[in-house]
């Protein structure tokens, strides 16, 4: 088992930056890929990033180049940085841990083995 914890989430003014945390603990840490997702009201969770166990990362377009996600492996600890905050990236937050998950899939939420419990953000205009 990994339990997750998400934290780091608040309200911010559009342009602003947030940085979120997910500390895991239970097994390996370093051997998953993490991932992050997020679920706006009446929206289905969509991909966000995730940086793999071998260091490579992975973007969703709508924040490429704004978002940069990172991980210390000695904390357990996975980071998502934003930046240049948009109202449209409000949204609850989601962590998610895959033990095994193909390049191609690693946008895919049920490739992902654990999830936390997520964390609000707000971006106002």
């Known amino acids: 088992q990994v339990q997750l914890v998400e934290s780091g989430g608040g309200l911010v003014q559009a342009g602003g930056s947030l940085r979120l945390s997910c500390a895991a603990s239970?097994?390996?840490?370093?051997?998953?890929?993490m991932g992050w997702f997020r679920q706006a009201p009446g929206k289905e969770r969509e991909f966000v990033a995730t940086?793999?166990?071998?260091?490579?990362?992975y973007y969703a377009d709508s924040v490429k180049g704004r978002f940069t996600i990172s991980r210390d492996n000695a904390k357990n600890t996975v980071y998502l940085q934003m930046n240049s905050l948009k109202p449209e990236d409000t949204a609850v937050y989601y962590c998610?841990?895959?033990?095994?998950?193909?390049?191609?899939?690693?946008?895919?939420?049920?490739?992902?083995?654990?999830w936390g419990q997520g964390t609000q953000v707000t971006v106002s205009s």
């Open positions: 940086i793999r166990s071998g260091g490579s990362t």
């Open positions: 239970g097994r390996t840490f370093s051997n998953y890929a």
């Open positions: 998610g841990a895959a033990a095994n998950v193909h390049p191609g899939n690693i946008r895919r939420g049920y490739q992902y083995d654990y």
